[in-house]
């Protein structure tokens, strides 16, 4: 059936269902995204809201044009010239790369030893990952400040094994912000990446075997190639957040820490700069949106070759 | 008069029985224990070149589990297995002459057909020349020439269970393991399928070893089977011995379809038996001798299409003649089953076949019918476990 023919039988009901969704993301992702970018588009100004021009529905036709004459990129233009955004930007990609690097090495093992523990255990397996969710994500990183400061948990512990004679200086370092992101993460990872590899079929492993391909080998050539849908779904939901993360940087990174949500923060609550705040907003989303689309119409192109 | 046997015999194959045909995968007292079940209890079996061997069994019987021993997929908790002189115990399932099609296909989903076929000789580490002759050889055996860039979720089934069958055979294994794998397949397609493996299987001069609970498709594809129960072998021979003698109720009840008539022994002379039937009273007399003593109680098994239905007394001498009434006919189209009652009780029935040899009948047997039952003094078998 072709793509006309399926939608001229889609009825009334079809299309109310698929409003929803499609209303949902208006109100919530593009309406808001709309206002942060005509924010970002105008001037700061010593008011409430501290930016000009603000459209009044009041005031008339007249006013709204005047307004929209004022707009400009000049607050792009300035994120140029200001070496701090573009730094901060490389830093953040940086900083999330590697914890996602990182949080796959780890999650990986653990979704694999989830998925191939014995079925009766699997529920609690999950239950435990999930675990830390019943806790505030707020009171958890705040919990490794506790465990990285240098009279802290980790240190004591490794003072009193004999292994270190003075305390690991940890906190407010980019690694005490690794520390954070990995951990808060890891369960974004370990969810998707386990359920593709609970997926697997045992017996694929076994016939690779049976093909006279030893087990580590048929880990790479055959676990490895169809957990990777879990992969990518996995570091993406690490990835993306991370990017943005600004409470971590905050609590546990230190002066050196250099995050685009702690530049953003500082620019929006410091310096009363909504519209500087707002075009890093729109820049920040235009990183992370444009790779994704390109990932998908690479993978879109692939799935259809493979028809 | 030619001497009377059980079946043809294959005529290539190296007879069974001779002492100098050396085995070629050997059990020697194996058990299988998963905690406190016993897949397969202290088993011994040999299987000789060239053979087409089934292991035929319900689930649970422990066939596939011995199948995955020879593979390597379950250790033996005690005993060994030998392929080709070689004794199995310790050697991991990837460097095992062996190369079993799963009941699953366990196809590679992210590989093309032809990917899946190499998968084997690459690990082999053959040059790559060598790879693509013997991927083409095999596509061309199992006709899959035309599919060779397609993923296996764009075939069919019967397709799929073609790639699955070219993968097992690319490496040419010492012996091809066949774990259910018609399973999946509609009947005609499974049919026509079992023809296609014989035929391979004489091609290629494997030995091939095939797991299945379906017996008809245990009698069409090998020269001999095994029928295994509870982790057991209770009959290991050829197709027609197994059916024409069957060397216990179990094996005659789980081939084919049988009448088990509860006996007691009158007479034991040196060409043959005298029975009394405990049901239905009638007498079975017999060619077969049995080790039972007089007053012994046996089974006497025989099979319906033995057994003749007529509506009068039949001309000439008969041996074995039971009177009775149509109880139930089952019309099959090509063959009646009647249900005829023999005894006081409903359950006494007695089953009789027929072939419908003409479309037209005049007077057909019909129910509440008086009719005759007869069969020969070599119809039955007389079992006595």
Redesign the interface.
């Known amino acids: 059936m072709s793509k006309a023919a399926s939608r001229s039988k889609r009825g009334l009901g079809g299309w109310g269902l698929i409003a929803v969704p499609y209303f949902w993301l208006l109100i919530f992702f593009l309406a808001p995204f709309l206002i942060v970018f005509k924010i970002s588009l105008s001037q700061v100004a010593v008011a409430i809201p501290p930016y000009f021009p603000t459209f009044d529905l009041y005031e008339g036709w007249q006013a709204f044009r005047e307004g929209l004459s004022e707009l400009s990129l000049e607050n792009y233009v300035w994120l140029t010239e200001d070496a701090l955004y573009w730094k901060s930007y490389v830093s953040s990609v940086y900083i999330a790369a590697v914890s996602t690097l990182i949080t796959l090495l780890i999650g990986y093992p653990i979704a694999y030893g989830m998925a191939r523990s014995p079925e009766a255990w699997r529920p609690t397996l999950l239950m435990l990952v999930i675990l830390p969710f019943w806790t505030s994500f707020l009171i958890r990183v705040y919990a490794w400040i506790g465990i990285l400061k240098n009279e802290g948990l980790l240190n004591q512990f490794l003072m009193m094994l004999g292994l270190i004679d003075e305390p690991l200086v940890i906190l407010n370092t980019n690694v005490a912000v690794y520390i954070g992101i990995v951990y808060s993460y890891l369960p974004f990872l370990v969810l998707p990446l386990y359920a593709s590899l609970e997926k697997l079929?045992g017996?694929?492993l076994?016939?690779?075997?049976?093909?006279?391909?030893?087990?580590w080998?048929a880990f790479w050539?055959?676990t490895v190639?169809?957990s990777l849908p879990g992969v990518i779904a996995g570091c993406f939901l690490v990835f993306i957040p991370a990017v943005g993360e600004f409470v971590i940087p905050d609590l546990l990174g230190g002066s050196e820490t250099l995050m685009i949500g702690k530049t953003l923060w500082v620019e929006f609550f410091n310096n009363r700069d909504w519209p500087v705040s707002s075009a890093v907003a729109v820049i920040l989303l235009l990183i992370l949106v444009i790779p994704i689309v390109l990932f998908q119409n690479q993978q879109q192109k692939m799935a259809e070759k493979?028809? | 008069m030619a001497k009377k046997t059980i079946g043809p015999e294959r005529r290539d194959l190296v007879p069974l029985e001779d002492p100098e045909q050396k085995q070629f995968i050997e059990f020697r007292n194996v058990t299988k224990k998963f905690f406190d079940f016993v897949s397969v209890n202290y088993l011994s079996l040999k299987i000789y070149k060239r053979e087409f061997f089934a292991l035929l069994g319900g689930s649970g019987c422990g066939n596939t589990t011995l199948m995955r021993m020879l593979a390597g997929f379950e250790t033996p908790t005690s005993g060994e297995i030998f392929l080709d002189g070689q004794d199995l115990s310790g050697i991991p399932p990837f460097r095992r002459p062996s190369n079993m099609m799963f009941q699953s296909y366990a196809l590679f989903p992210h590989m093309s057909v032809a990917k899946n076929i190499a998968f084997g000789l690459e690990q082999d580490n053959l040059p790559k020349s060598e790879i693509d002759d013997r991927v083409a050889e095999m596509l061309r055996l199992t006709k899959l020439e035309q599919f060779a860039k397609r993923k296996p979720h764009q075939l069919s089934g019967g397709q799929r269970q073609r790639v699955a069958l070219a993968r097992s055979l690319a490496k040419r294994p010492k012996v091809l393991l066949l774990d259910e794998p018609l399973g999946a397949l509609d009947r005609k397609l499974r049919e026509e399928t079992q023809f296609e493996l014989m035929a391979l299987q004489e091609d290629l001069k494997m030995t091939f070893l095939i797991v299945t609970h379906d017996q008809e498709e245990a009698m069409t594809v090998a020269d001999r089977i095994a029928v295994m129960d509870r982790g057991e072998l209770v009959q290991v021979a050829t197709p027609s011995e197994i059916y024409e003698a069957p060397n216990s109720r179990f094996v005659a009840d789980f081939i084919g379809d049988v009448n088990l008539i509860e006996a007691k022994v009158l007479e034991k002379a040196d060409n043959g038996t005298r029975m009394q039937a405990i049901v239905g009273d009638f007498a079975i007399d017999t060619e077969q001798t049995t080790a039972a003593s007089v007053g012994d109680t046996v089974w006497y098994a025989i099979r319906p299409e033995k057994v003749r239905i007529a509506q009068g007394q039949p001309e000439g001498s008969v041996t074995n003649q039971i009177g009775g009434i149509v109880w139930d006919i089952a019309y099959l189209g090509d063959v009646s089953i009647f249900h005829a009652k023999v005894g006081k009780d409903d359950h006494d029935i007695l089953r009789a076949t027929k072939a419908n040899i003409s479309r037209m009948v005049e007077n057909p047997i019909t129910w509440d019918e008086n009719v005759v039952l007869t069969f020969d003094r070599d119809a039955g078998v007389i079992l006595t476990g």
């Open positions: 079929d017996s694929l076994e016939a690779a075997e049976d093909l006279g391909c030893p087990p080998k050539k055959i190639p169809l493979n028809q």
